[in-house]
């Protein structure tokens, strides 16, 4: 039987993009957590690009996942003892379309170019989303802080940043922090960029108050990810009053979802680190949340001690918190903390909204069962987007040489918060009043990026 003309095109598309995610699949064959994140946006641009003859004469696919450039260099240093250490240092500079290159730097023994290459790509689609001018770019190193003396963590970003200054700048690249790099760490990288290029200048974020830094900063990935998940509430006439709320993780992203959950009035019980989680059936109050910011922040301490502090709550060494029961989940830790097993426990125990803190740590098989679940699911790049809309609030503030306020910072975010959401409704909205906040999330990030790409010529 002879196929019409559009079924003709849509095979041959299809055809088109299996072929596509084959050629990703070989030409990066050791990068499994890039080729995910590829896949994920591929699985929903794909078909939204089929009858758009100019995304695909451009090749926007094809040049979108390649970074535009890659640094990957030597990183010497010298422990209190008197021995040499080397790691390695990268910058992967993904995308300047719509502005300077904006990413974290993640100090973590994990890092690796694979890790690196799927953050940067997700960052693309992240920044587009908050409208803010910024292009996308990640990197870090296999330094682990963990262990490490204030002294020795010094040395090392001074090295990092020696050979690092000469690839950023303000209107360059502009790095910020990620797991393992912190206020501590942004302070030295930021000392020794300026001793190097005599020069105070906007280039990195999450700088202190005192010194460039804008207040809100740290708090704005959490508060971001919940105000989030807040607006998918109301979308189905519900909020966060007296939701059960489990979170993994207990640096910077969690420890600010946890705040922002409790002012909301819901009940947070559990908070991890990569050694286990703590269950708390009474709820991790504002007084216990401070003793997990000293505990974490301050003593670099680990959270099973939060049970030795509240006798009530539990210590599960080696597991996650997925298994507890709770209408909200936020996973604010690392990339595929959650996988399909997980994603049904949380299913079978009533959960009803996730939204992602951390970047990709939801496994595919996870956000499918989650859809297929109807569970409402918010894949980080719309979700946590706060952390760096807030960044490039920092940068204007430092271009300005302004300080705005607490409450103007959080209004700013909680304003670009809902326009994300928005733009997820927008282009996610599926039969009757469904949203598709993934479908959403990577269709709205990559159109502006694309058209800014096809405006700017082959370049
Ligand atoms: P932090 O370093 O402050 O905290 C990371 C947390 O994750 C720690 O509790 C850490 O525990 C835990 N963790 C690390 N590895 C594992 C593991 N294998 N299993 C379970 N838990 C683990 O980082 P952030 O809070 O800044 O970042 C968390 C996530 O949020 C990351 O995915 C990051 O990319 C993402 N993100 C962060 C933004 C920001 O502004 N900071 C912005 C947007 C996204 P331990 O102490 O044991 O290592």
Avoid at 15 to 33: D, G, I, P, Y
Avoid at 143 to 152: A, I, L, Q, R, T
Avoid at 353 to 371: D, H, K, R, S
Avoid at 385 to 411: F, T, Y
Wanted: proline share 3%.
């Amino acid at each position: 039987m002879e196929m019409t003309e559009a079924k003709s095109k849509q095979k041959d598309n299809g055809t088109l993009f299996s072929q596509f995610m084959e050629n990703v699949r070989s030409k990066n064959e050791h990068e499994a957590k890039f080729i995910q994140a590829v896949s994920e946006v591929v699985e929903y641009v794909a078909p939204f690009i089929q009858e758009k003859d100019y995304y695909q004469n451009e090749s926007i696919l094809q040049r979108i996942i390649e970074p535009e450039r890659t640094v990957i260099f030597r990183v010497p240093w010298i422990g209190d003892d008197g021995k040499f250490h080397v790691n390695r240092g990268f910058r992967v500079e993904m995308n300047s379309a719509i502005g300077p290159y904006k990413g974290g730097l993640r100090f973590h023994p994990s890092v690796n170019l694979d890790a690196l290459k799927f953050l940067a790509f997700e960052q693309i689609f992240k920044n587009s989303l908050t409208g803010l001018p910024m292009g996308a770019g990640k990197g870090g190193s296999d330094f682990d802080p963990k262990g490490k003396s204030d002294n020795e963590v010094m040395r090392f970003c001074q090295s990092f940043m020696s050979e690092l200054f000469r690839h950023i700048g303000a209107n360059t690249d502009v790095p910020a922090g990620d797991i393992g790099v912190g206020g501590r760490e942004i302070g030295y990288l930021f000392g020794q960029y300026k001793r190097l290029k005599n020069e105070f200048t906007g280039v990195l974020t999450g700088k202190g108050v005192d010194w460039g830094g804008s207040l809100i900063r740290p708090e704005a990935t959490g508060y971001g990810c919940v105000y989030f998940a807040d607006f998918m509430l109301h979308r189905i006439g519900d909020n966060f009053r007296n939701k059960s709320v489990v979170i993994s993780g207990s640096g910077n992203v969690a420890q600010y979802a946890a705040e922002k959950s409790i002012h909301l009035g819901a009940k947070v019980i559990t908070l991890s680190d990569s050694s286990g989680y703590i269950h708390d059936p009474d709820g991790v109050d504002e007084d216990k949340l401070d003793f997990v910011k000293e505990l974490k922040n301050v003593k670099r301490g680990r959270i099973k001690e939060y049970t030795r502090k509240y006798s009530n709550s539990k210590y599960f060494e080696g597991e996650n918190p997925w298994s507890q029961k709770c209408d909200i989940a936020l996973p604010c830790a690392i990339e595929n903390e959650l996988n399909k097993n997980d994603a049904k426990d949380l299913i079978s125990n009533g959960c009803k909204i996730v939204a992602e803190g951390a970047n990709m740590p939801v496994t595919l098989e996870g956000i499918e069962a989650f859809l297929e679940a109807n569970v409402i699911y918010a894949p980080g790049k719309a979700s946590n987007a706060g952390g760096v809309a807030v960044s490039g609030l920092e940068m204007s503030q430092n271009s300005m040489r302004v300080n705005w306020s607490k409450d103007e910072v959080d209004k700013r975010l909680h304003d670009i918060m809902l326009q994300i959401h928005n733009i997820c409704v927008k282009y996610g909205k599926e039969s009757g009043d469904t949203v598709n906040y993934v479908k959403g999330a990577n269709i709205g990030g990559f159109v502006r990026v694309a058209d800014a790409m096809i405006a700017q010529g082959l370049v």
